[in-house]
């Protein structure tokens, strides 16, 4: 097991009814700033729980956060909190709504332009507190320090992470997530569990605890990711996927472990670009990352056959193949696509999409290796 100082300073008020416990866990007397999505918290009623619940503060609210976040719309937030003399951010969405309000709790004191936090890295020193209300279990968000922000007009997705970011809460009712759609709910499974294979497909380092960790996470999210499209008023399912989805990416699985991201990373342009979800990206991208890393891979390839999928006959070759099949046809069963055909994108398309990882200098993968033509094989791998 590699070094690792860890340390994930978010509370986390779990169950039915807890929307209401806002009111003791934001500091009496701050001005808040709700901030949400399109709309869909004012049809399930989770805005009026929200409501009920800052009865007795003042607050405000900025609605209109984009699925993948755009820059601009978190820089007309960031104004309106200058403005309006902010103390604390409230996000009530899914992985998009709060990533953005990360991005703004950064970008408000930030001195400088903000778009270099995410197009230079440039070091965040401060961030305005916040805290988050849970709708959609996908990302980890709401238990992490990171974010992932676009600017459509140049095409680019990027992401960023401080420590001053962490929610200082996460509100998780697992009855708000009713209400998704089905093409929410397979792209939270997917994601959920595609994290934590970033974190556990690499090589292994006798890091047992976070392997046996894992495992059983994505152990659970593929038994109640299949279960829970038919059954999407099971209270239990919903509340096992939420609190799996949330421990794949609050940082304990991946300690002392060497990580890959490529997936994602090589992701972030099929979303710029093409508009696909952020999970719709993955679907395609992790059976090309399996295959083209099958050697580096090999051994958790295998190990992960026989934990999570019992698959244990055939030679090692074979017993692979048979992991990788097993794994897309899981996205599939989940109803995602995981060719970019069936996206109509074409292998004129490819260099386009690498050109964000060649102008990062991008070198992905948890030996560093996968730099933009190779990333451009993997894409070529799952035309
Ligand atoms: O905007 P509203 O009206 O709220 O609708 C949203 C949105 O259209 C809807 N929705 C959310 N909760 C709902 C609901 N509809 C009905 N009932 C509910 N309870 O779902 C749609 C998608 O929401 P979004 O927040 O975009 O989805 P998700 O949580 O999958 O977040 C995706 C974003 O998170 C980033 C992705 O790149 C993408 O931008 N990620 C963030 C990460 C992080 N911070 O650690 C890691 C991830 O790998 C990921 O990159
Ligand atoms: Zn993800």
């Known amino acids: 097991m590699n070094n690792f100082e860890f340390c994930n300073p978010v509370k986390v008020v779990f169950g039915k009814g807890t929307i209401a ?9 701050l001005k808040v700033l709700v901030i949400y999505g399109g709309g869909s918290i004012k049809k399930n009623g989770i805005y009026e729980q929200v409501a009920d619940a800052l009865n007795g503060f003042q607050w405000l609210e900025f609605s209109g956060i984009e699925a993948n976040p755009h820059y601009e719309t978190c820089m007309q937030a960031v104004e309106l909190v200058r403005k309006e003399k902010i103390h604390f951010l ?55 320090e990171r974010a992932v922000i ?35 709910v397979a792209n939270g499974v997917v994601d959920s569990f595609i994290h934590v294979i970033e974190q556990y497909l690499t090589y292994p ?25 038919s059954d999407p008023l099971n209270y239990d399912i919903r509340a096992n996927l939420m609190w799996a ?21 090589i992701g972030y342009a099929l979303t710029a ?11 395609v991208i992790l059976p090309g990352v399996m295959e083209y890393m099958r050697r580096e891979k090999r051994e958790k390839i295998l190990q992960l056959g026989v934990a999570v ?4 006959e055939g030679n090692p070759e074979e017993r692979m193949n048979k992991v990788i099949e097993t794994v897309e046809t899981f996205f599939r069963d989940m109803g995602l696509k995981t060719r970019l055909n ?14 964000p990882i060649a102008q990062m200098g991008w070198v992905l993968g948890e030996y560093g290796t996968i730099d933009a033509t190779v990333a451009r094989e993997i894409l070529r791998l799952r035309l």
Request: hydrophobic share 45%.
């Open 309 to 312: 999928f019992n698959i244990t």
């Open 21 to 29: 416990r806002l009111s003791a866990l934001i500091p009496e007397g």
């Open 342 to 355: 069936e996206y109509e994108i074409k292998e004129s398309d490819l260099d386009k999409l690498v050109e």
């Open 245 to 265: 989805a949330t421990n794949a990416l609050n940082g304990w699985i991946g300690q002392g472990t060497p990580q890959d991201w490529s997936s994602h990373r």
């Open 273 to 283: 670009q093409f508009g696909l979800d952020h999970a719709e990206t993955l679907a």
């Open 90 to 144: 409230l996000a009530v969405g899914g992985g998009s709504v709060i990533d953005a309000t990360k991005f703004i709790a950064a970008a408000v004191p930030f001195e400088g332009d903000p778009w270099d936090i995410l197009a230079k890295g440039s070091p965040v020193k401060e961030a305005m507190p916040l805290g988050a209300v849970l709708t959609l279990p996908a990302t980890g968000s709401e238990m992490n």
């Open 150 to 184: 676009s600017r459509v007009s140049e095409g680019k997705k990027l992401n960023f992470a401080t420590l001053f970011v962490f929610p200082k809460f996460a509100v998780m009712d697992p009855e708000a997530t009713y209400s998704l759609p089905a093409r929410q």
């Open 205 to 229: 380092v006798n890091a047992n605890v976070q392997d046996a960790f894992a495992e059983s996470l994505m152990k659970i999210i593929v038994e109640e990711g299949r279960k829970v499209l």
